[in-house]
């Protein structure tokens, strides 16, 4: 085969030189495959160039996004600690309420809320291990949130039901003023002279006076009887029932519901009296015991609705 030529010419601008260049076929065809590799380097080069660019512009929008992750999981471990913190100092709270409201102390086992299982039950979050330590810190929290709300609404509800039998407990004086002229217990009777139990005390005031219910309740008797006078008697539940006798008026009737320290009635002298006094009673299961020791308050210090 002939080895064929091939002839290049150059000239210049102005077409006044020229330079040829005579080149065989197999030096043209090296030519030409130097210069596709040239290129194909160049071409190499360039994409390795970009790929390296864009892969440090990636890598430091990823550094700079785990920085911002670290930052929040720093705040939020800030935030964790302080409601452990609060979360303490309710369980001493919760400790004081359940031993005035007569409820056994919550255990440190119980409160340390346990459940099994680990930080792998989160499900398929793909997370770091700080991550996941976070998400078991604040399911352990969100526990002995529900714990202590739970606490405290079986407190609230006690209380509730010890201030109704507080309330419903008498605890006041019937009578503003005035001092005890007939105690409870044995005594000579003053019309008989002979020695009976005197099943509550009198209370000596101007006819007139207020007579107020000693604790809430229900009017269970509102009339005359006999040696009584007028008489209401009020029932309180639990067992406690209140006697008010020798009244000059009755201000209630059979079914009224009564709240602590309303007025019931006035002071008088009906029925089997020597002088104008109240006769005051609390019973307990039928059996009268001595009011005194239910004078806890004053009338006066009840709040003034």
Request: charged share 20%; with cysteine.
């Amino acid at each position: 085969m002939v080895n064929k030529k091939f002839k290049i010419i150059f000239f210049s601008e102005d077409l006044s030189k020229k330079v040829e260049l005579t080149l065989s076929r197999t030096k043209m065809f090296v030519l030409g495959a130097a210069f596709l590799v040239s290129c194909l380097f160049v071409n190499l080069g360039i994409s390795l160039s970009v790929s390296k660019f864009l892969v440090a512009q990636r890598v430091s929008a990823y550094v700079s996004e785990r920085d911002a992750l670290h930052g929040q999981l720093g705040d939020i471990r800030g935030r964790l600690s302080h409601a452990e913190e609060n979360l303490a100092s309710l369980a001493q709270t919760d400790d004081f309420l359940r031993l005035f409201a007569n409820l056994p102390a919550i255990s440190r086992d119980v409160r340390e809320v346990g459940v099994g299982g680990g930080p792998d039950d989160f499900g398929s979050i793909p997370s770091s291990p700080e991550m996941q330590s976070v998400l078991w810190t604040m399911d352990r929290v969100e526990r002995e949130i529900q714990l202590q709300t739970a606490s405290f609404q079986e407190i609230s509800a006690r209380l509730s039901a010890n201030q109704e039998i507080m309330d419903r407990t008498p605890s006041l004086r019937p009578v503003e003023g005035g001092y005890i002229s007939s105690s409870f217990g044995y005594r000579r009777d003053p019309f008989t002279r002979r020695t009976e139990m005197h099943p509550g005390v009198d209370i000596p005031q101007k006819v007139g006076t207020p007579v107020v219910a000693t604790a809430n309740g229900q009017v269970v008797y509102a009339d005359r009887y006999y040696s009584y006078g007028k008489l209401i008697i009020i029932d309180h539940g639990n067992d406690y029932q209140t006697v008010y006798g020798h009244l000059n008026a009755i201000s209630v009737a059979v079914g009224d519901v009564v709240q602590k320290g309303q007025q019931i009635g006035t002071v008088g002298a009906t029925g089997r009296v020597t002088a104008p006094h109240l006769h005051y009673e609390i019973r307990v299961a039928g059996s009268p015991i001595d009011p005194t020791d239910y004078f806890f308050e004053e009338l006066s210090a009840l709040p003034v609705k």
